[in-house]
């Protein structure tokens, strides 16, 4: 069984692994952010209402959010340096953007068969910690995330969990391979913070290239 492991100071896993997101003026629009889940597409420009909003997308990357106003938007995922006049899409598709409602995109599939998926990202009113799993690694079948105890248990593949408070303090993280029993990724010592709501992404495979990974964000809106 694929067994990765972080085994560095929690000071290093806070700098690499953690994606403050920050967005002005949420309430007057809305905002998105691309990640690039998708183990077999190149870098990727993404365009709105044909407008290149992200450039040169590689896979693992989570981007800033970027501020929009509330409305409906078709989005084109190319391949990086595309000529959108001339080529066609990978991705083509329709997302509906709405004030207060943070959302991040995923870029996901294999064998050419590309798809984008939305995820609503929950701002933070209480005083506890909550975290959320969202399974983008494509050839597990099921996930579980454990803490304390267990978090999130038998997530599929391309589903986001509901957010699930958590006490604010250090723990011990988990994500292992439901019904498998192997482990696949372990973070220790992650301090989780008062007020504060968190997504762990996996990501990559766990029989290929590039191998399985995980990115954490704080979903914070400023």
Do not use: C
């Amino acid at each position: 069984m694929k067994k990765k492991t972080i085994l560095f100071m929690l000071s290093f896993t806070l700098i690499t692994l953690f994606h403050s997101q920050g967005v002005a003026a949420v309430s007057d629009g809305a905002a998105v952010r691309i990640i690039h889940a998708s183990p077999d597409a190149p870098n990727l420009d993404i365009y709105f209402k044909k407008e290149n909003l992200f450039s040169e997308i590689p896979f693992k990357h989570l981007s800033e959010y970027v501020s929009l106003p509330e409305g409906s938007y078709k989005i084109q995922v190319y391949p990086e340096g595309a000529n959108p006049k001339k080529e066609k899409p990978i991705i083509k598709e329709k997302v509906d953007i709405h004030a207060g409602e943070p959302t991040t995109l995923a870029v996901i599939g294999q064998d050419n068969e590309f798809s984008l998926i939305a995820y609503l990202d929950k701002v933070n009113e209480e005083k506890e910690s909550e975290i959320r799993l969202v399974h983008l690694a494509p050839d597990i079948s099921q996930i579980t995330l454990e803490g304390k105890s267990v978090l999130v248990e038998n997530l599929s593949y391309s589903k986001a969990s509901e957010y699930v408070q958590v006490e604010p303090t250090k723990q011990d993280i988990k994500i292992t391979n439901s019904g498998q029993g192997g482990t696949l990724y372990e973070i220790p010592n992650l301090q989780l913070m008062e007020g504060l709501n968190y997504s762990i992404f996996t990501l990559g495979l766990l029989n290929g290239e590039p191998g399985f990974d995980v990115v954490i964000t704080k979903d914070q809106l400023k």
